[in-house]
């Protein structure tokens, strides 16, 4: 196990090398002078020579990029256009999102790989298709759409849930009012990938030899089913779920931006829409070291699951 | 001695077209989903003949208008039609759909065929350039591209067609893995053939099939994410319209008529299921395990 | 004489498939006594695996299964399937083909074996594992205090067979049903694995049905043999008259189909083919099955289903012409 982890990890350094090239190189690509780009378009010289002389503008690009890294590991990821510190912003508004995603991925988790189960064991029967029609339209629903169309009901017509802001986890119950919607509308999706997938390997499973092998030992189909099957079944989830995370880091931006989040995702829109290329830089940065470092500890949980990797020391 | 019948003589590759059309024609599902497929497409095409209005002709007597004889669909915040607008809307996010899936096919497979079969340091360096790919989700390319070179359907049709690359990369890989080792492989070698006439002109054919359903598995995908970045502004810029423009256009009427946010949605449903029950419909009648 | 173990009569399989029926099994009856090894060879798709499988039913939803099996007084073909499961793993146990993929790879084989005792027999995990150290021993795994915690795949094709095995016994069972135990292991470790078997039926008495389509597993440790073909029985007898004398000429086709070193003196005998092939399970013939295929065959052969016969007391066959060539 310590060989496969020690490569994951240095392929996930190298991975956080190349992309921190890119956002580096993305900035440096915009049309026009970056000291300008980087200084809230101000025009004022002197304004101008103090970023050229803070970004280190004069120098060759690879000093330019170390220097960069060297401030981003010591929490430094510049100033925006207001002057405030982008690590600061980034920081106060990350928890809101890991909330939303964690409970939305979660809640995908509970209904999704259960479904999963059921369909792949009462194949061909009502509830097989039930599920499987749910996971279809799962996947070809918008889920920003979802979001509009359940403010108009839940929140405009019947004032079940409020619309839109968030109220911080000191007030836990109006947090998760308010987290609800959100968090039903971006599981949809996940569910969907996730029902799909666990029905897929469940059947797979079924059809092996050794679950032929848990009956004939008497096994109750239960235990056929939860443990054997399932298990091994978990397995190959494990990876799927680990490719979803995109679209989830996707998804949080857009569901806060219909949600009114003041999030992580809803700033990364409003630096966009602001022009504001520091605030960008700083947030695309965070976002692919992010997935990174949360895909690496997936591929952790896989090798606990899978005893091939667990128990490398083959005798065979 | 007996009469061989040679109008009964077929070639394998014809008879294997009947059975795949036999079998696709016992799924109802799926070819109602070619049907809405075709439909859909067939009617964007045609847009300029079929739209009864131009997506920007407005009507300020007509203004959020019901269903009427004039719209069959009611009019917008603008009293543009909004039929007109869902069909001139279709065809800018079916095109990014399309052209997206294309782009990220074109790239994607040979790299992931190229891993796939030489292996070793050039499979090692693939695997980090799909995993940088990876690790920027499609909506935050769209950002990073909206930054450096302005928001556009063009940009956004970019970031979602790198986005799709990494599955494709390892999809493309996984069917070179197992082909490479089937017996044409050496048989090709033998003949003489050279590493990119095995990989382009033997390999490649057998795979056509898991593109196909990948392609029409990916096409939803793209449509959707188009919209979501037009809703954002990422995208087709307004007043051109594209179905996530229009649920951008419908958002700050929610409370007055929601009937603007239902109309782009729904057709969006629609094609994405009608895509999706299309490329499961195709993948069962591929797999040789199926029965019927 | 005493009352046999295992009373098999009328047994029908028949699987419903999209493409129509197939008859895997065709009115097949036989006995296991206490303490024997019966055989039961044929070639693939007569209808073996699917007789044994059928007992304990661990075939498909498709299979529809008719009439008796008589276990120790109870009907297995009429049991509740709650009831069914007790006697699985506890009282009719089985060893199946491929090891490499009967066992769990995600559990540890100590947990796999410990399954069955505590299941069955209600073990603590002290115990149960006290018990499995033993078990393995028995099946003359290596230090079996460390392999108690490894995983499948760190274990060799034999060793796992030998678990199977172990797992199979754990509950000291009347009968252990082995499905072509030894096919998928190379032959110095089949050897092992027979022998192993043998040690089991002289120690604890059990009782062992072993299907296979190798006559020469067979010849080495069975008591009594069945050759099935095609669904039915062709030929029932202890196993030294079956190779001294077979009667039915699918038979003697089998036997003379093994190769046989050539030792210099006389002529070289040839190797025989049994001409044509398998007929389709689809239909039930009413003939002889093997008719298209013998040599003797004739209007009768090919218009009445032969009945079993016995040629010696204890010597059964089915066919209008058994005998000798």
């Known amino acids: 196990m310590g060989g496969f982890l020690l490569r994951k990890v240095g392929a996930a350094l190298v991975v956080l090398l190349v992309a921190s090239m890119l956002v580096f190189l993305g900035v440096r690509a915009i049309p026009g002078d970056p000291a300008i780009a980087l200084g809230a378009e101000s025009r004022d010289p002197a304004v101008l020579a103090a970023i050229r002389h803070k970004y280190m503008l004069d120098r060759p690009l690879p000093v330019q990029y170390v220097h960069w890294v060297w401030m981003a590991l010591h929490g430094d990821l510049g100033t925006d256009q207001r002057d405030l510190s982008v690590a600061h912003t980034i920081v106060t508004r990350l928890p809101i999102s890991l909330e939303l995603a964690i409970l939305s991925m979660l809640l995908a988790v509970v209904i999704g790989i259960p479904a999963g189960v059921i369909a792949a064991t009462r194949r061909g029967k009502p509830s097989d298709y039930v599920v499987t029609t749910t996971a279809l339209v799962g996947l070809s629903v918008p889920h920003f759409w979802i979001g509009l169309l359940f403010i108009v009901w839940f929140a405009v017509d019947l004032h079940w849930l409020p619309a839109s802001s968030y109220v911080t986890v000191h007030h836990p119950i109006a947090n998760l009012e308010h987290m609800l919607?959100?968090?039903?509308?971006?599981?949809?999706?996940?569910?969907?990938?996730?029902?799909?997938?666990?029905?897929?390997?469940?059947?797979?499973?079924?059809?092996?030899?050794?679950?032929?092998?848990?009956?004939?030992?008497?096994?109750?189909?239960?235990?056929?089913?939860?443990?054997?099957?399932?298990?091994?079944?978990?397995?190959?989830?494990?990876?799927?779920?680990?490719?979803?995370?995109?679209g989830l880091i996707s998804g949080v931006v857009i569901i806060e931006t219909i949600f009114g989040i003041a999030g992580f995702g809803a700033l990364t829109v409003e630096a966009v829409n602001q022009r504001d290329y520091t605030l960008i830089q700083g947030v695309v940065l965070v976002a692919a070291a992010g997935y990174v470092v949360v895909n690496l500890a997936v591929d952790i949980v896989y090798s606990l699951l899978n005893p091939r990797i667990r128990a490398a020391g083959a005798r065979s | 001695m007996s009469v061989v019948d040679a109008t009964a003589l077929t070639s394998p590759r014809a008879r294997r077209r009947v059975l795949l059309r036999k079998r696709f024609l016992r799924r109802p599902m799926a070819v109602v989903g070619l049907v809405i497929v075709v439909v859909f497409v067939v009617v964007a095409a045609l847009a300029p003949w079929v739209a009864p209005y131009s997506a920007s002709a407005t009507d300020f007597n007509a203004i959020l208008a019901h269903s009427s004889s004039k719209h069959l669909l009611g009019t917008d915040e603008l009293g543009r039609d909004e039929l007109s607008r869902l069909i001139w809307g279709g065809r800018a996010s079916m095109q990014a759909g399309f052209l997206a899936t294309l782009l990220a096919m074109i790239v994607a497979v040979p790299i992931g065929m190229v891993a796939g079969y030489y292996r070793g340091w050039v499979d090692t360096a693939i695997a980090r350039i799909t995993d940088v790919l990876l690790a920027f989700p499609f909506l935050i390319l769209a950002v990073g591209l909206a930054a450096i070179l302005g928001p556009s359907l063009t940009n956004a049709t970019l970031a979602l067609g790198i986005a799709s690359m990494p599955g494709l990369i390892r999809i493309a890989r996984g069917e070179v893995l197992a082909l490479r080792e089937e017996d044409f492989v050496p048989a090709a070698v033998a003949n003489g053939a050279n590493d990119f006439t095995i990989i382009f002109r033997h390999i490649l054919p057998n795979m056509t099939s898991t593109l196909l359903v990948q392609a029409t598995l990916t096409i939803p995908g793209a449509i959707i994410g188009e919209a979501a970045l037009s809703f954002l502004g990422l995208g087709v810029q307004p007043p051109t319209p594209s179905w996530g423009v229009m649920l951008q256009d419908a958002q700050s009427y929610l409370s007055q008529d929601s009937r603007l946010a239902v109309f782009p949605g729904l057709a969006i449903v629609i094609v994405s299921l009608a895509f999706n029950v299309l490329g499961d419909g195709l993948r069962d009648i591929f797999d040789p395990r199926t029965t019927r | 004489m005493a009352e046999p173990l295992l009373e098999v009569s009328d047994l029908s399989v028949r699987f419903d498939t999209d493409d129509g029926p197939v008859h895997a099994v065709d009115k097949l009856s036989f006995t296991l006594n206490r303490g024997e090894v019966l055989g039961i060879v044929g070639e693939s798709g007569c209808g073996k695996s699917v007789t044994c499988m059928s007992l304990v039913r661990l075939l498909p939803e498709t299979a529809v299964i008719s009439g008796n099996a008589v276990f120790d007084g109870v009907d297995l073909l009429a049991l509740p399937p709650k009831r069914l499961r007790a006697i699985r793993g506890r009282d009719i146990s089985f060893v199946f083909q491929e090891p490499m993929t009967s066992l769990n790879p995600v559990f540890r084989i100590g947990h796999q074996i410990g399954e069955v005792l505590t299941r069955h027999l209600g073990l603590s995990r002290s115990d149960a594992r006290t018990r499995t150290i033993e078990l393995l021993d028995l099946v003359r795994i290596p230090s079996p205090a460390q392999r108690i915690d490894e995983y499948p795949h760190q274990l060799s094709g034999g060793m796992r067979q030998r678990v199977m095995i172990a797992m199979a016994l754990a509950c000291n069972p009347r009968v252990l049903i082995a499905d072509e135990p030894t096919t998928a292991l190379d032959v110095t470790i089949q050897a092992g694995v027979l022998d192993l078997m043998r040690d089991v039926r002289e120690r604890l008495g059990t009782s062992i049905v072993l299907i296979t389509h190798n006559l020469g597993v067979v010849a080495d440790i069975a008591d009594r043999v069945v050759v099935m073909y095609a669904g039915r029985k062709a030929e029932e007898a202890p196993v030294g008259d079956l190779y001294a004398a077979p009667q039915h000429p699918y038979t003697i086709?089998?036997?003379?189909?093994?190769?046989?070193?050539?030792?210099?003196?006389?002529?070289?005998?040839?190797?025989?083919?049994?001409?044509g092939r398998v007929p389709s399970l689809r239909e039930l013939p009413q003939m002889c099955a093997f008719a298209d295929r013998c040599p003797r065959a004739d209007e009768l052969s090919r218009s009445q289903v032969p009945e079993l016969r016995f040629v010696r007391p204890d010597h059964l066959v089915a066919c209008f012409h058994p005998g000798p060539e």
């Open chain 1, 181 to 246: 919607m959100p968090c039903i509308v971006l599981s949809v999706g996940l569910a969907a990938v996730l029902m799909r997938q666990m029905r897929s390997s469940m059947m797979t499973s079924l059809g092996a030899d050794y679950v032929r092998t848990a009956r004939a030992k008497g096994l109750s189909e239960r235990s056929v089913i939860w443990r054997h099957a399932l298990r091994n079944s978990l397995i190959t989830v494990t990876t799927v779920i680990g490719l979803q995370l995109g």
């Open chain 3, 253 to 275: 086709g089998l036997l003379g189909a093994i190769p046989r070193p050539y030792h210099g003196d006389g002529e070289r005998p040839r190797l025989r083919e049994i001409p």
